[in-house]
């Protein structure tokens, strides 16, 4: 609409091969000058206890010095000043134990703190806080020759910034953002020529806490809390096999297919559209001969036709995902 976006030239229908707008070189309406200065120092242990338990402690320091000055004649828009300097300390702990029967379970903590670069909000913005919590186990069987992992987490993130879908150019602080999944992997080697790769994750990526937008819509709906982040899949997999000759005149020559598979994604934060689900088959053949390797691969084997959301201003925006291509690589090792 015109009230939210006066300066748009027009609309072009790209459906329509006659639906063209003349080219306007734009005026240059902002202007942005920025200094971030950034330092950290970090002390940590690892011990050793009982000989089967683990535990990496850590502490780390981090100063965070923004300048910035940014203006601009959008009516939009608003110009805005500020100098800060930030100070904070983020612990991470970890641990290991081993069970025995080639059987290991593990569980981490950590925070996390960083400045946020590019943001165009009025006020000086917070910086971006994130605590992990994750869990699980690791196994090898020898016999079954069979090892992989199956681990648990949760991360939250706070004062995130996004694109604001009311003030063009701009952005905002969502409150927070909750990440919880599941993560599989599995690898299965019977013989060394040959190996079996199996992943899967379940992710749950969703808005816990938001900042109300105070600009008046007309219908718009401007509460994010419960929807799920762009671009992030609840589903997601891959299985792949691998055969590599060991010995005989095709030494050095291996094979491979896999398959990646997603479920349905939100295009953008207001979780309107969804691309549809997907899957890509890609295959390899590799041939090694002394410091040499040459690598052609194929990805997107079947030419599936699929979309990928695509971040573009806040935008509900797709873009055509890579067709059928063909990439070879030669290298040489010194």
């Given amino acids: 609409p015109d009230t939210i976006l006066p300066i748009r030239a027009g609309f072009l229908d790209f459906s329509a091969p006659g639906s063209i707008i003349p080219y306007v070189q734009p005026d240059l309406i902002d202007r942005s000058d920025n200094t971030f200065q950034t330092f950290g120092a970090y002390v940590q242990d690892q011990i050793t206890a009982f000989e089967r338990l683990h535990v990496l402690a850590g502490l780390r320091v981090a100063a965070l010095s923004v300048d910035h000055d940014y203006s601009t004649e959008n009516t939009l828009g608003a110009p805005s000043r500020y100098d800060e300097d930030y100070t904070e300390f983020a612990p991470r702990i970890g641990a290991v134990g081993e069970l025995g029967a080639g059987i290991s379970v593990f569980a981490a903590y950590s925070e996390g703190f960083r400045g946020v670069l590019n943001y165009t909000g009025r006020d000086a913005p917070q910086p971006e806080r994130s605590t992990m919590l994750e869990g699980g186990f690791k196994f090898a069987n020898e016999d079954l020759h069979l090892s992989g992992s199956l681990a648990g987490y949760q991360l939250i993130r706070e004062n995130v910034p996004t694109a604001n879908p009311f003030v063009p150019g701009s952005t905002v602080q969502i409150g927070e953002q909750e990440s919880r999944g599941l993560e599989l992997d599995l690898a299965w080697e019977p013989v060394p020529a040959f190996s079996l790769l199996f992943a899967y994750a379940l992710t749950d ?41 060991q010995d005989g005149p095709l030494q050095g020559l291996g094979i491979g297919m896999g398959i990646t598979a997603a479920s349905k994604r939100p295009v953008s934060l207001t979780n309107d559209y969804f691309t549809a689900p997907y899957y890509v088959v890609d295959a390899q053949v590799s041939y090694e001969r002394g410091p040499w390797k040459t690598v052609l691969s194929v990805s997107n084997l079947t030419d599936n036709s699929y979309y990928d959301p695509y971040p573009f201003l806040g935008e509900d925006v797709v873009a055509p995902a890579r067709p059928l291509s063909v990439f070879l690589t030669v290298s040489r090792t010194f």
Avoid at 220 to 241: E, N
């Fill in 205 to 245: 990526a969703v808005v816990t806490e938001d900042i109300i937008n105070e600009v008046p819509t007309d219908g718009k709906d401007i509460d994010r809390v419960g929807k799920h982040l762009p671009r992030v899949p609840r589903h997601s997999a891959r299985l792949a096999a691998r055969y590599r000759f």
